[in-house]
């Protein structure tokens, strides 16, 4: 089954309504559906065409082997991420200190999955708030850490200005109200406070080596697909500076095996590895060109 999107579309970066379809990609992880991805003839910004809504997108989530919610270690894949995870995590944690200056402070993990970033600036001695909207990665966080993470309905009903820094690990390509969220960001951050939000990059070399097969579209979980030009768009757009961006180097070996599986039906971790090592050595020299990029920035 493939499904397009035939209604007008404004581009919610950057308000353009020319919208044309790029490719089809397939749900591998769940419903083996077909999607059509449309591109902004303005901004580059993709999105995924007839989306399930909020009501519906439950259950493309439903499988043992999407990780940010059942934490598997099932599969060469899922076992690499689970080796490389704790040295991710310690990295986050010193970005945010580094960015931020401040060793300690309030901060708001959105979409935190089943609490290990949580954990890792708990222990770190900061404030930590968690949203996770699956009940059943709350309740694993809960299980495996003793971590008490909140439903993402919380987001709303925050104290303003009561967050030093706000996280979004791979979470903003998932979110339905992308205006919302960002606005309401800028009720919930301090002065100065950092805005991080981490996101696949559409317009890195092992995207563009797989296309259609390319793992980080995931759709229709991924809602939405940036490039860092649509990104600025849509960061601008909502009050916010131009952020500094920090490739996430690991991301490219992950999704390119993944990829690599889509695309033959089997695994082959070395290829998948040889791809995204490819596309690191690009980004070295254009950090535009990473497989994913964090973005840095604050409210103005």
Not at 102 to 122: C, P
């Amino acid at each position: 089954m493939e499904d397009s999107i035939a209604q007008p579309f404004a581009c919610v970066c950057c308000g353009n309504s020319k919208c044309t379809p790029v490719f089809t990609a397939k749900d591998y992880t769940v419903s083996q559906q077909s999607f059509t991805l449309l591109e902004c003839g303005n901004c580059k910004f993709r999105f995924t065409g007839n989306a399930p809504d909020i009501a519906q997108i439950g259950k493309y989530y439903a499988a043992e082997s999407y990780i940010s919610h059942t934490n598997t270690n099932k599969g060469l894949i899922n076992q690499l991420y689970h080796w490389v995870r704790s040295y991710t995590l310690g990295a986050k944690r010193r970005l945010i200190i580094r960015n931020s200056k401040m060793e300690q402070g309030d901060l708001l993990d959105v979409g935190a999955g089943t609490g290990f970033f949580v954990e890792e600036m708990t222990k770190a001695g900061w404030r930590v708030t968690g949203l996770e909207p699956d009940d059943q990665a709350r309740s694993r966080a809960m299980d495996r850490a003793g971590i008490q993470l909140e439903s993402t309905e919380k987001l709303w009903e925050l104290t303003p200005a009561s967050f030093d820094v706000i996280t979004l690990w791979h979470v903003l390509e998932h979110v339905h109200d992308l205006s919302g969220y960002l606005r309401q960001f800028h009720h919930l951050l301090r002065p100065n406070g950092l805005l991080i939000i981490a996101v696949p990059n559409y317009q890195s070399q092992d995207a563009a080596h797989y296309q259609a097969y390319w793992a980080a579209y995931d759709v229709p979980r991924h809602l939405y697909h940036f490039s860092p030009l649509s990104m600025n768009f849509l960061l601008n757009s909502h009050q916010y500076q131009l952020p500094i961006l920090q490739p996430m180097w690991f991301d490219a070996f992950y999704v390119s095996m993944l990829s690599e599986k889509y695309k033959t039906g089997k695994d082959h971790p070395l290829l998948g590895a040889f791809v995204g090592l490819l596309s690191n050595l690009k980004a070295l020299f254009n950090r535009n060109k990473a497989s994913s990029l964090i973005y840095i920035t604050r409210p103005v």
